[in-house]
């Protein structure tokens, strides 16, 4: 059984991810913004009213893990959002959102866990292959795409701070997933569901090791561009 660390976890992948860890045996504490209601029958444990972009509210959450005692195996942090915009009409208020929740969040969530990680912890932050610098073919969604090439690297950075101390860092891509996230993005893909890419996402922290740290996989395994 491993204790396990889930942000963003309301609604969508996260929420897959929390139910089959739970389901499979291990310890969650599933990190949520608003209420914890999703959790009420499903014995995961939570810690509601966490705003990732929020100083006060993401300490609040360190003192609660400090208060439970918890050594952390795997931190996992799902937290994002997209906005769409278009070249001629860039809302600047909107990509410092964007910037705010998909960048210095995984960074702020995961500084503040470091006192509660196991010694041979893994990290794992979702971020998303629009926000890959050697995939980019198509233009277009400015805010979403910088804001995941910065939680890229947030990502690769984190790998050469703290494989050094034993904590393996992997970036993950959950695959195009139907979620809310995605209700209004253009285009037209296969998408599958959350419960399949949360098992490809646990099935990639799974087999994170110290040797695979600081690569950036898709769910189903593929090795992506930076
Ligand atoms: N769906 C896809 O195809 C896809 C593809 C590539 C990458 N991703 C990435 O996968 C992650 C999960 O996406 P999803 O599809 O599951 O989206 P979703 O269903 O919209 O869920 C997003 C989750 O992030 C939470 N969140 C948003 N802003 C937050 C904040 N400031 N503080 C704390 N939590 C916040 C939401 O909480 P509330 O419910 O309270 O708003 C919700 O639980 C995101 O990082 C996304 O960029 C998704």
Same mark, same amino acid.
């Given at each position: 059984m491993k204790n396990?660390? !889930? !942000? =963003?976890?309301?609604r969508g992948i996260a929420n897959a991810i929390c139910l089959q860890l739970q389901a499979r045996g291990d310890h969650v504490i599933a /990190?949520?913004?608003? $209420?914890?209601?999703?959790?009420?029958?499903?014995? /995961?444990?939570? @810690?509601?009213? @966490?705003?990732? $972009?929020? *100083?006060?509210?993401? *300490?609040?959450?360190?003192?609660? &893990?400090?208060r439970r005692k918890t050594k952390l195996d795997w931190v996992l942090h799902v937290a994002g959002v997209l906005g769409l915009d278009e070249l001629g009409k860039i809302d600047y208020d909107d990509?410092?959102?964007?910037?705010? @929740?998909?960048? &210095?969040?995984?960074?702020?969530? @995961?500084?503040a866990s470091m006192p509660y990680m196991a010694a041979n912890?893994? !990290? =794992?932050?979702?971020? #998303?292959?629009?926000? #890959? &610098?050697?995939d980019n073919s198509s233009g277009q969604m400015y805010a979403y795409r910088v804001s995941k090439a910065g939680a890229n690297m947030v990502t690769l950075n984190l790998h050469?701070? &703290?494989s050094k101390r034993g904590i393996a860092v992997v970036a993950l891509h959950p695959g195009m997933v139907a979620t809310d996230l995605t209700k209004d993005y253009p285009g037209n893909f296969n998408y599958i569901q959350p419960q399949d890419a949360a098992k490809g996402l646990i099935a990639r922290m799974d087999e994170l090791t110290l040797a695979t740290s600081g690569q950036f996989r898709h769910a189903n395994g593929d090795q992506l561009m930076w």
């Open positions: 396990i660390l !889930v !942000v =963003g976890a309301d /990190v949520c913004m608003g $209420t914890t209601e999703p959790y009420t029958e499903g014995g /995961v444990e939570t @810690i509601g009213g @966490i705003d990732v $972009t929020d *100083a006060k509210a993401v *300490a609040r959450m360190a003192q609660e &893990l400090g990509m410092r959102r964007q910037f705010e @929740i998909n960048t &210095l969040g995984p960074l702020r969530v @995961i500084e912890a893994k !990290v =794992g932050v979702v971020t #998303s292959r629009v926000g #890959s &610098l050697g050469h701070d &703290l």
